[in-house]
């Protein structure tokens, strides 16, 4: 349900000159999971209330579940891009706990990596069911038919006279001319049976900069695909997100790195825990307890888990003892946390927070009295050069038991069918796709799949195989606590022989040349 919209005819973004004051938002309930999507960045949260000075802050919680419950799990989660220009001065897109505070609707021009308008763009949320596009398949050829608005007025273009992109949301391009035609038959290219399509920049109107910590904007270009299932059980308590990022500046980034937030709040939230399943690829939240003061018994647990890329690494805020930090106020120490370090620069001992299972009373101890409920995990990418892009893919799952504990064991079944159903989702992107890619290539590495572990897993003993131009790598072994158990060994041989006498559990194997790093996981039983 949308609370503000401004329909753009025909599929093609032009530029207007109303400025952002209101919050655009859309409830995305498809599934029994209920989640508030902003245009400004900040996702899973709700403006606290339009009398007060500021519209634009969310921090009420905005994930919900079940849906209509009036129970919330998380009030805060959004994506954090940083990394390095060619003056090696940070630069950073960090939304934290207000929409626009340091992403903004609208695409960016593509030579230049400004908005191009005169004080901003209005709502830029684009919602579209399955449904829709089955009614819409099933009557485009009557002669009275007229497309939902959600079809018609899909953002698959911009105007290329404003030098905008001329493919923006993805479409399905029957007669292959490369132009939306929706009566023609052509729809918009989604995922699930509901989807929200949102253009988003970290630049600031005619200012030309980010928030006011951040006044030098990196000039990506953002789009998210948010869609849920409710044709399939099993993903009831899912919600995917599609992450394509475009560098529309003139810089070459280096150290760019991306992260996704995530500030849980499970009830209470005064008894809320965190963890790191590495093995999953995962960060999440759980109740301290069996009861919840607010939720009740039977708390659930969610998790943010990324579908295709490797976690570099995990943090925590709000937390002092073993793995937090001081939340970070200011580009460079943004940049620093995402890193790994300190807000000082200095380097943080441990890899992952909390990175053992709580099921099984694994890792270090958390006390009521820290209140973690706040995290980042972090995937390194190196160089983002200009115009090149990325794609950051993620899904917020929901695990409930009869207990705190067994809600964490359901959060991580669910989420290994998770990772299993994306590794085969195709979509409805079967036919003729312009806009988004089905696939963005990475960098191009040494070789491609270039590494086999075997067997894995192992009882410690295992082997390393190479392609031969990977001859030459350093290669590093790392328990989840980031500690290098096997230390910059050069490889020599295309089998290499590895052996770990740390006992059971799950490592990670990196491979560094030439400024490519690989990272697997090799799993010790």
């Known amino acids: ?13 032009p530029l207007i000159g109303l400025s952002q004051t209101e919050v655009n938002t859309e409830l995305l309930d498809e599934n029994n999971v209920g989640i508030t999507l902003s245009d400004g960045g900040l996702f899973c949260a ?6 007060f000075d500021d519209p634009t802050l969310m921090t009420r919680p905005g994930l919900e579940y079940p849906k209509g419950s009036g129970n919330y799990l998380m009030q805060g989660l959004s994506m954090w891009f940083g990394g390095v220009n060619e003056f090696e001065e940070p630069r950073v897109s960090t939304p934290t706990y207000k929409a626009y505070e340091d992403q903004f609707s609208g695409p960016l021009t593509m030579n230049s990596g400004y908005p191009g308008y005169s004080s901003g763009w209005s709502t830029n949320i684009f919602s579209v069911s399955r449904e829709e596009i089955n009614y819409h398949l099933t009557n485009y050829q009557n002669p009275n038919y007229v497309a939902p608005e959600s079809i018609s007025m899909w953002p698959a273009h911009g105007d ?9 949301a993805p479409f399905v391009d029957l007669n292959g001319d490369g132009t939306y035609n929706p009566y023609e038959g052509e729809y918009p290219c989604i995922q699930g049976d509901q989807a929200v399509y949102m253009i988003l920049n970290d630049r600031r109107g005619n200012q030309g900069c ?11 270009e953002i789009h998210y695909l948010f869609y849920q299932y409710s044709s399939i059980r099993e993903l009831a308590k899912t919600t995917f997100c599609k992450t394509r990022v475009i560098n529309r500046s003139s810089i070459n980034y280096s ?13 209470s939230g005064n008894d809320d825990f965190v963890g790191t399943d590495v093995e999953r690829d995962m960060i999440f939240s759980y109740n301290g307890g069996e009861v919840d003061l607010s939720y009740g018994s039977q708390v659930p647990a969610v998790g943010v888990v990324s579908l295709n890329n490797s976690l570099s690494r995990t943090r925590v805020f709000g937390n002092y003892q073993n793995y937090g930090y001081h939340f970070p106020s200011f580009p460079p120490e943004f940049l620093e946390v995402m890193h790994g370090n300190l807000l000082t620069g200095e380097s943080h001992p441990k890899r992952f927070g909390y990175p053992g299972d709580p099921v099984l009373g694994e890792g270090d101890i958390q006390s009521v ?15 983002f050069k200009s115009g090149e892009e990325r794609e950051f893919d993620f899904a917020i799952v929901v695990g409930q038991g009869v207990n705190h504990l067994e809600s964490v064991q359901r959060l991580k079944e669910s989420v290994d069918f998770v990772h299993a159903f994306y590794d085969e989702d195709k979509g409805m992107c079967n036919q003729g796709v312009q806009g988004i890619p089905a696939t963005i290539n990475p960098p191009v590495e040494p070789v491609v799949d270039a590494t086999t572990i075997y067997p894995n ?7 390393v195989e190479v392609e031969e131009l990977w001859m030459g790598a350093q290669m590093s072994v790392f328990n989840t606590n980031g500690q290098a158990l096997v230390n910059q060994k050069k490889v020599t041989e295309i089998q290499n022989n590895v052996s ?11 491979l560094e040349k030439d400024g490519f790093t690989k990272i697997f996981k090799a799993v010790i039983e």
Do not use: C, W
């Not at 349900?1 to 093609?12: D, R, S, T």
């Not at 290329?160 to 923006?168: G, M, Q, W």
């Not at 897993?457 to 082997?463: A, I, K, R, T």
């Open 210 to 220: 980010g928030s006011p910590l951040n006044q030098e904007a990196m000039g990506i």
């Open 457 to 463: 897993p192992s009882n410690g003993e295992f082997v």
């Open 500 to 510: 770990v006498a740390n006992g059971p559990g799950v490592y990670l194997v990196t």
């Open 255 to 267: 150290d760019f790195s991306a992260s996704v937030y995530m500030n849980a709040l499970i009830g």
């Open 1 to 13: 349900m949308k609370n503000i919209i401004f329909l753009v005819a025909l599929g093609v973004f």
């Open 369 to 383: 009295s820290e209140q973690a409920h706040s995290m980042i995990y972090t995937i390194d990418i190196g160089d």
């Open 160 to 168: 290329a006279s404003l030098d905008l992109d001329f493919y923006l």
């Open 46 to 51: 709700r403006p606290i209330n339009e009398t």
